[in-house]
């Protein structure tokens, strides 16, 4: 079996959004179910956080996302910020909000964003319980991030898409090599209006992210396939999906691709890529899932029992 066939095992063009005012039952079981599990995540992570001691629960939003409405006009004064600029603006309405309910929140948001990727490129419940019952998911609300942002670009239309994908292009800018020329069309005029207005707004900012002094992550934290296989090997595997992705017009394959070819992906990143694995393959992502939480879900329990 060639890898593409693999991970396009129930490939084909995506579904359209269900109207969100009748939602079908099939999806209002999966939206329910992702939004049972984002407040056991979350509660997990309040536990974790109030024993503390093991890591620093939500560091990046205490240091970096909800400082970054008292520096919108120059967020790269935040050391730690490595994102386009207008993902600022999105966290302006968390601010004012204390930090678990604001996590409550935004994980609600980030957990329904994935049912509806599930539905959307094909998957159904059991894609959403095997995706978000993972240790991926417990990694995500351990350590929140602005990844629901970049997931909602897959849900919109190409125009709109592309301001929302580049806030972490890491996470599925490869979904593109699944579009048809139509719409990267669209997706590069919308995605370049957003740019000239931020250029407008925060003057010439690319070298500020890009120079920034933090933006270079700690590698033992990185889990890209270049880093762990090495370039030699990752790199056919992306040529080979993302050949795939483009005549099957399949975005789920072009995402795969673009993982084999970033740098640096944090382990906490991965939950979209392992949900759509478990669209494609449910029982190897349950496999998977099973192992991680024995190893690492094990020396969770285990430094949680330890502590003095």
């Known amino acids: 079996m060639r890898l593409a066939d693999f991970f396009a095992a129930t490939g084909g063009p995506p579904r359209p959004l269900p109207d ?10 999966m939206l329910i179910a992702a939004l049972a599990l984002a407040v056991v995540w979350w509660l997990a992570a309040v536990i974790i956080d109030q024993v503390g001691g093991i890591t620093i629960v939500w560091n990046d939003q205490r ?30 309405p968390f ?26 490129f094909g998957g159904g419940l059991g894609a959403v319980l095997v995706g978000l019952s993972s240790f991926f998911a417990l990694l ?5 991030n602005v990844e629901w942002l970049a997931s909602l670009g897959l849900l919109l239309p190409a125009a709109l898409s592309g301001p929302f994908l580049l806030i972490k292009p890491q996470i599925a800018l490869g979904a593109y090599l699944g579009y048809s020329p139509r719409q990267l069309v669209r997706a590069a005029v919308g995605a370049a209006l957003v740019g ?107 430094g949680l029992l330890l502590m003095p």
């Open 20 to 29: 969100m005012r009748r939602l079908p039952p099939d999806v209002r079981r």
């Open 63 to 92: 240091a970096t996302f909800r400082q970054l409405p008292f520096h919108l006009s120059a967020p790269y004064a935040l050391p730690a910020f490595r994102n386009p600029p207008w993902a600022a603006l999105a966290q302006v």
């Open 95 to 120: 601010v004012w909000i204390p930090l678990p309910l604001s996590m409550l929140v935004q994980m609600i948001l980030y957990f329904g964003v994935l049912a509806l990727i599930v539905y959307r």
């Open 140 to 144: 995500a609300s351990v350590e929140f």
């Open 196 to 302: 000239v207005v931020s250029l407008l707004i925060w003057d010439w900012w690319p070298p500020l992210m890009l120079g920034n002094p933090e933006a270079t992550v700690a590698q033992r934290h990185n889990m890209a396939p270049v880093a762990l296989l090495g370039w030699y090997i990752a790199l056919p595997i992306a040529a080979g999906l993302a050949w795939f992705a483009i005549r099957r017009r399949d975005p789920v394959l072009g995402i795969f691709a673009g993982l084999f070819v970033v740098p640096y992906i944090a382990p906490y990143s991965l939950l979209l890529a392992f949900t759509l694995l478990a669209v494609r393959r449910r029982r190897l992502a349950a496999l998977i899932s099973a192992v991680m939480w024995v190893i690492y879900g094990g020396a969770l329990v285990l």
